[in-house]
């Protein structure tokens, strides 16, 4: 029961997120909005014991989710014929560098180790 | 036989294909994946388009009566960007504390990553509307659509992109961060996960919450803050670029 009545919140949120969006005219798409609305909802226990039980569960299949567009890409090879080998070539290696820099920025702006500001490790509740 | 082929022509068309054949084939490739621990270049993505779309072709699937039973799994990813205000929400503390840091990484990153891209693109003569569809490709599929046709890409091609990227990331940044020397420490688990999120969007994060807890819930945060970052700032750095 707790499961669906996460799931239920989730498509609440979502909606009130596609609402705003659509609405106001945001550039930030409903589920976005929906994530930052649930951000301040969870400090509500009615919202998070069912989020909790729902969650979790949603975002460890979350590789199943992107299957259905991901298998589009084959409506567009032939589109792609001429050029698939600059592409690759780009995508590949901006990807890298957009890992790259991520990466040593954050090692970069890192806390010294034991100082109250390094992560926590372990968090009672999570999961 | 000829009943056994009007019974495929039937079921070929109907919603419950697309969405067997998606469910199935996943559980099948994540079992391979799980059976070589989790080896990137096993991506469960990867090889479950690979056999799908291989499929389609030889049964003579059209996409569009795939997609039919496809867009029930499809759908999930909405509610699923919600969730992750879940993960996010465990660790309010470090993001509170950190927020500044992270922020900065992210749009180095993603300045770095579009950039790149772009010049690349360019120098290597891909035509304008492909090149514009390339600046979005590090945040997630739909969202790159939307960034695509504002600043005059193509939306359809943005979406391959994303998933090219997603997959290039979710297989790659392992031995990218071996390389680098990227400690398996909660430090480093954050910094892995944020980086995987930052450049490869909801594919890297969902290989992420694979691996590692903390990874995956930084790799959240990550896509998200970038959907944000790039939804309002790229078309609004584009259109300053055209008017200069």
Known sequence: MPAIQGFALLLVLQSIGELLSRGLSLPVPGPVVGMLLLLVALNWRVVREPVSACAPFLLSHLSLLFIPVAVGITSYLPLLGTYWLQLLGVIVVSTWIGLAVTVLALRRFAPPPDTPDAPQTKEAGRG | ?244
């Open chain 2, 1 to 244: 036989m000829a009943n056994f082929v009007e019974l495929w022509v039937y079921l070929a068309a109907t919603p419950l294909f697309g969405l067997t054949a998606t469910l199935s084939v996943y559980v099948l490739a994540l079992a391979f994946y799980t059976r070589v621990d989790q080896a990137p270049w096993a991506n469960p993505v990867l090889w479950a388009v690979v056999v799908i779309s291989g499929g389609l072709l030889v049964a003579g699937v059209s996409y569009p009566v795939y997609f039919a039973g496809a867009q029930f799994v499809h759908f999930l990813l909405g509610p699923a960007v919600v969730a992750l205000a879940w993960p996010l929400w465990q660790r309010r503390e470090v993001v509170r504390r950190r927020w500044l840091r992270l922020l900065a990484a992210s749009a180095l990153g993603a300045s770095a990553a579009i950039a790149s891209s772009v010049v690349m693109g360019w120098a290597l003569g891909l035509p304008p509307d492909i090149l514009l569809s390339l600046v979005s490709k590090s945040v997630t599929a739909p969202v790159a659509m939307g960034i695509a046709e504002q600043i005059g890409g193509v939306p359809a091609l943005a979406a391959v992109f994303a998933v090219l990227t997603g997959l290039v990331g979710a297989i790659s940044a392992k031995y990218l961060y071996a390389l680098l020397r990227i400690p398996t420490d909660a430090e480093g688990w954050l910094a892995r996960g944020y980086a995987l999120g930052t450049a490869s969007h909801g594919i890297g994060a969902a290989r992420a919450l694979q691996v590692d807890e903390e990874a995956g819930a930084y790799a959240g945060l990550a896509l998200g803050l970038q959907v944000v970052l790039q939804a309002v700032g790229v078309p609004l750095v584009f259109r300053w670029l055209a008017a200069a």
